[in-house]
T-cell receptor, first 116, second 114 residues
């Protein structure tokens, strides 16, 4: 248990469907992230949110729409996806407590998405 | 984040010590070095972090030379369950406070053989 919870763990959707991935962190962090990981490929940073404000959009297609209603929750809304969007989607959070210990990022277990 | 370079893959046998080296030539004064481990179908998880010299915890040791341009993750007596991808990240705890962009490279894929 990392303190970052993602639902659903598995999702199968058609190309015309609309679905959402949900992430909740119980760590009191102020930053949240979405990553995509395709099979045997490196993690790709998609979006970063700081205190509910989006601070990074890494050239992600508009069929992926993030939403961050508060510092503890993050959504990824999915619409008209393509089969090549099938991947593991990972949510993460981080914070800095003002000490000299450095930043650390905490990941959820991920949501496996299959687009058919 | 400072750019890092590490081997793409390594093989080892059970019971051996494994050392994975990461190069970070343009590390800045305030940058810390953090290693993460990722098992298949899971998110990466924190292993160890250091700034200089040596850090040890129950899982691994981290060796950082005086010039800090590289670091070595040492895993003592690996087992089959240590088969994973290991990532080295270099970041600044003071400059990259809120919403630091944690960009992961390809990492090192460690395979532990029986």
């Amino acid at each position: 248990e990392t303190g970052v919870t993602q639902t659903p763990r598995h999702l199968v959707m058609g190309m015309t469907n609309k679905k959402s991935l949900k992430c909740e962190q119980h760590l009191g962090h102020n930053a949240m992230y979405w990553y995509k990981q395709s099979a045997k490929k490196p993690l790709e940073l998609m979006f970063v949110y700081n205190f509910k404000e989006q601070t990074e959009n890494n050239s992600v297609p508009s069929r992926f729409s993030p939403e961050c209603p508060n510092s503890s929750h993050l959504f990824l809304h999915l619409h008209t996806l393509q089969p090549e969007d099938s991947a593991l989607y990972l949510c993460a959070s981080s914070s800095w407590d003002g000490s000299s210990s450095g930043n650390t990022i905490y990941f959820g277990e991920g949501s496996w998405l299959t687009v058919v | 984040l400072a750019k890092t370079t590490q081997p793409i893959s390594m093989d080892s046998y059970e019971g051996q010590e494994v050392n994975i080296t990461c190069s970070h030539n343009n590390i800045a004064t305030n940058d810390y070095i953090t290693w993460y481990q990722q098992f298949p179908s899971q998110g990466p998880r924190f292993i160890i972090q250091g700034y200089k010299t040596k850090v040890t915890n129950e899982v691994a040791s981290l060796f950082i030379p005086a010039d800090r341009k590289s670091s070595t993750l040492s895993l003592p007596r690996v087992s089959l369950s240590d088969t994973a991808v290991y990532y080295c990240l270099v970041g600044d705890s003071y400059r990259d406070n809120y919403g630091q962009n944690f960009v992961f490279g390809p990492g090192t894929r460690l395979s532990v053989l029986p």
